[in-house]
């Protein structure tokens, strides 16, 4: 059974950071992504790595700001969440694709339990 748990979550101030990581029992899957639901609002896309980390595809909203990264080794997905706004605040989930897909999230599989953004401004 595939298992996916989220952590790095926390409240910071406007600008800060926070790396986000999520480990995965057994072994890593293919392609993986993160996903965030803010309240009152519906789930959506944020990033995406291809196994080998050659591949990474960004929501408009994160790019330049938000990094992506996976260490295979230890079975971990990371993302790297600088300059950080209130906007971004959200319960971020990580989830693997198995659909062809790679921003909808009727294309991923496996969802953790996510881990709580709040950026305070």
């Known amino acids: 059974q595939v298992h996916l748990v989220e952590s790095g979550g926390g409240l910071v101030q406007a600008g800060g950071s926070l790396r986000l990581s999520c480990a995965a029992s057994g072994r890593m899957f293919d392609n993986m992504g993160w996903f965030r639901q803010a309240p009152g609002k519906e789930r959506e896309f944020v990033a995406a790595i291809t196994w080998s980390g050659g591949d990474t595809y960004y929501a408009d909203s994160v790019k330049g700001r938000f990094t992506i990264s996976r260490d295979n080794p230890k079975n971990t997905m990371y993302l790297q969440t600088n300059s950080l706004k209130p906007e971004d605040t959200a319960v971020y989930y990580c989830?693997?694709?198995?659909?062809?897909?790679?921003?909808?999230?009727?294309?991923?599989?496996?969802w953790g339990q996510g881990t709580q953004v709040t950026v305070s401004s």
């Open positions: 989830a693997v694709r198995v659909g062809s897909s790679i921003r909808v999230e009727s294309s991923y599989a496996y």
